[in-house]
């Protein structure tokens, strides 16, 4: 699958390149899915919060995911690794599937490997996105 440019605003961006720091100067079991978001925030176009699209997953959108394969349909909330409830649907940034969802739009695909093989999701919608609300503080 070809890889897209990526949207962050400015505040995610900040917030994740010190998030970054902070898990690489603690040398937690965390450093691989660090080194992960890395890599995606260097392919991100960075833009002020006003001047997202309403259609990109940011830092604490909702996104409905649709698997390619299976039709399942997933609705998560993308967020820091503090705030993280896999039961309530708030998936870590750090996780693979967070780290995969940052930054994509309403109706782009990705993929991410699993133990399993590769999963294949499109983003079906945003229920809701902070820039688009007008919540810059979140």
């Known amino acids: 699958m070809t890889e897209r ?18 898990v690489l100067r ?8 660090v080194v992960a978001l890395a890599n ?4 991100a176009v960075v833009l002020p919060p006003g001047e997202i699209p309403g259609d990109v997953i940011t830092m604490r959108s909702r996104a409905r995911l649709v698997d390619l394969d ?16 896999i039961t309530t649907g708030k998936i870590s940034v750090l996780a693979p599937v967070g780290t ?3 930054g994509y739009r309403i109706g782009d695909e990705f993929e991410w490997e699993v133990p399993t093989g ?3 999701l499109r983003v079906d919608a945003l229920p809701y ?3 688009a609300a007008g919540d810059y503080h979140l």
Not at 26 to 33: I, N, Y
Not at 40 to 43: G, V
Not at 70 to 79: A, D, G, I, R
């Open 70 to 85: 299976t039709h399942e349909v997933f609705e998560y909330t993308l967020v820091f690794p503090q705030e993280a409830e």
């Open 26 to 33: 603690s040398e937690t079991r965390d450093v691989e899915h």
């Open 40 to 43: 995606e925030m260097r392919r």
């Open 5 to 22: 440019t990526i949207h962050l605003s400015r505040l995610d961006h900040d917030r994740l390149k010190t998030l970054i720091d902070d």
């Open 100 to 102: 995969a969802m940052l």
């Open 118 to 120: 590769v999963r294949r």
């Open 129 to 131: 996105q902070p820039e």
